[in-house]
């Protein structure tokens, strides 16, 4: 009984854990910099919520509270004359987790690191590496872009212990970004999907066995309205299926995941250098897997060329 407890939670846990990279809503991810832009940001995210196991455990209330710090580092570069950027990000946790299984309710207290992500984006049409002089009189009107996000296993994770923040494996996610602006306007559209490499030690009795996922498709769109220059507010929303998992070559076809999340963001400048992102999101439909209330507060810093 305590291992099956304990189990449930090492689940949430990992649903959880890996939504902060899977199910993420980025309004503007392909609207285009100057070359040369570099920017820090700290991000704080709150997460709240559950995970729906769709029947294929006996487990009920199983719920999460955590906190993630997240520094990032981002860049633009000149790609083959396309405008490309670069970011890497390194997340750390902080949660509880409690869940009831046939009348017992466990609870259990993990911090540490996730998996690291760096992600690259090149514009393939519209956008053109410029200088700041050259993007100064440039006019956004349809751009098309694709990115590449990689999750590094670098985050907490030992095979002999049920809960981890780390997943054990290698994720990629291809996406082919759309964006679109009228005036103030802008409409973004994004499609891609996420591949997992296999984790040779997933946690099972008696001993850890491999365990693999199927690709998990993601579709995400955004409708943004500038009030001023680099203040603007939009709604984000988003849809994901996929996912069936199997461990040491058993399928379990109820693992199926099928969601959506819809939400809000506004982006404040604070200066010429500064600006604030505040973001609030919400599952509307979970089918199996993490539900859950979000809200991020990130801080921006960002130059060119050298710091001032």
């Not at 769709?54 to 509270?65: D, E, K, L």
């Not at 590449?148 to 994770?157: D, E, H, L, S």
Request: charged content about 10%.
């Amino acid at each position: 009984m305590r291992c099956r407890s304990v189990l449930l939670l090492s689940s949430l846990l990992a649903f959880l854990a890996a939504a902060i990279h899977a199910q993420d809503l980025s309004p503007r991810a392909y609207v285009i910099t100057p070359i040369h832009t570099n920017a820090v940001i700290l991000t704080w995210a709150y997460f709240d919520g559950g995970v729906d196991f769709n029947g294929t455990v006996p487990i009920s209330g199983a719920t999460g509270t955590y906190n993630v710090p997240i520094f990032s580092l981002y860049h633009t570069l000149n790609f083959f004359r396309r405008s490309a950027n670069l970011t890497a990000s390194l997340p750390y946790a902080v949660g509880n987790f409690t869940g009831t299984l046939m009348g017992q309710q466990q609870s259990i207290y993990r911090s540490g690191l996730l998996d690291t992500s760096i992600r690259f984006s090149v514009n393939l049409r519209g956008g053109p590496a410029m200088t700041p002089q050259v993007f100064s009189k440039w006019k956004q009107k349809t751009l098309i872009g694709l990115s590449v996000k990689i999750i590094a296993p670098t985050g907490q994770y030992e095979p002999t212990k049920l809960v981890n923040w780390g997943i054990n494996r290698w994720a990629f996610k291809p996406e082919l970004g759309y964006s679109k602006r009228w005036n103030h306007w802008v409409l973004d559209g994004y499609g891609g999907a996420w591949f997992y490499t296999t984790n040779p030690a997933s946690y099972d009795q008696p001993t850890p066995k491999p365990q693999t996922e199927a690709p998990i498709g993601s579709l995400e769109g955004h409708l943004s309205y500038d009030l001023k220059p680099r203040y603007w507010i939009s709604l984000d929303g988003n849809f994901w299926f996929g996912g069936v998992t199997t461990l040491n070559g058993i399928q379990n076809l109820q693992t199926r995941q099928t969601g959506s999340r819809i939400g809000g963001t506004a982006s404040v400048p604070l200066g010429k250098h500064q600006s604030i992102k505040i973001n609030y999101s919400n599952g509307t439909y979970i089918r199996f897997g993490g539900n859950y209330q979000n809200v991020s507060l990130a801080w921006q810093y960002s130059w060119l060329g050298k710091p001032n």
